[in-house]
């Protein structure tokens, strides 16, 4: 069984930094890209992040690029989200999803809240 | 970057009632297009990918259709766990973007 647990989120103050992790099992972990997707609260879904099976390849949304590093330890089995200079926009639930085929979704973790207030 | 837009934003139907979600993209994604359902504090689910398959464990209830820039998700006779948001999402540009959902919920 595919399983994505999260980790790591919480609440920091503007300008302040989190590193979330998701540990992956159930499927061979080397194998595949995974993404952070994020929801805001009351909103839809957002892509944020992407990274290769392999490490050696990241992608970015435009309202994070330069902000959020992703990065993955398959020795470990886990995908890490590095959020820096975090503003109260970033305020979301944050999910980790295994990518499939042409870079859809087909599973998900059960998500981690980081809210980012005074 | 493309657009996705979903209609209506609610719909209001009965258990056992048919549902149809639209999709539109501002331009052409191919087929490859995905629709996941998402109920309240919980993750989404992948339900149909490239447009017309069925991801897996998805009941045949569900399913996809069309191509290019108009996409369908029909639910053929609304089960009451079926009562959700649904998003399409498309992979065919850079980057993967989705639509701002669509609410099915009890008439």
């Known amino acids: ?118 | 970057e493309i657009v996705l837009t979903q209609s209506p934003a609610t719909l209001s139907l009965s258990p056992g009632e048919r549902a149809t979600l639209s999709c539109r993209a501002s331009q052409s994604v191919s087929s490859f297009l995905a629709w996941y359902q998402q109920k309240p504090a919980q993750a989404p689910r992948l339900l149909i990918y490239d447009a017309s398959n069925r991801a897996t464990g998805i009941p045949a209830r569900f399913s996809g259709s069309g191509s290019g820039t108009d996409f369908t998700l029909t639910i053929s006779s609304l089960e009451p766990e079926d009562f959700a948001v649904y998003y399409c999402q498309q992979r065919s540009t850079w980057p993967p973007a989705f639509g701002p959902g669509t609410k099915v919920d009890i008439k």
């Open chain 1, 1 to 118: 069984e595919v399983q994505l647990v999260e980790s790591g989120g919480g609440l920091v103050q503007p300008g302040g930094s989190l590193r979330l992790s998701c540990a992956a099992s159930g499927f061979t972990f080397s194998s595949y890209g995974m993404s952070w997707v994020r929801q805001a609260p009351g909103k839809g879904l957002e892509w944020v992040s992407g990274i290769s099976d392999g490490g050696g390849s990241t992608y970015y949304a435009a309202s994070v690029k330069g902000q959020f590093t992703i990065s993955r330890d398959n020795s470990k089995n886990t995908v890490y989200l590095q959020m820096n200079s975090l503003r109260a926009e970033d305020t979301a639930v944050y999910y980790c999803a295994k990518v499939a085929g042409a870079y859809f979704f087909d599973y998900w973790g059960q998500g981690t809240l980081v809210t980012v207030s005074p």
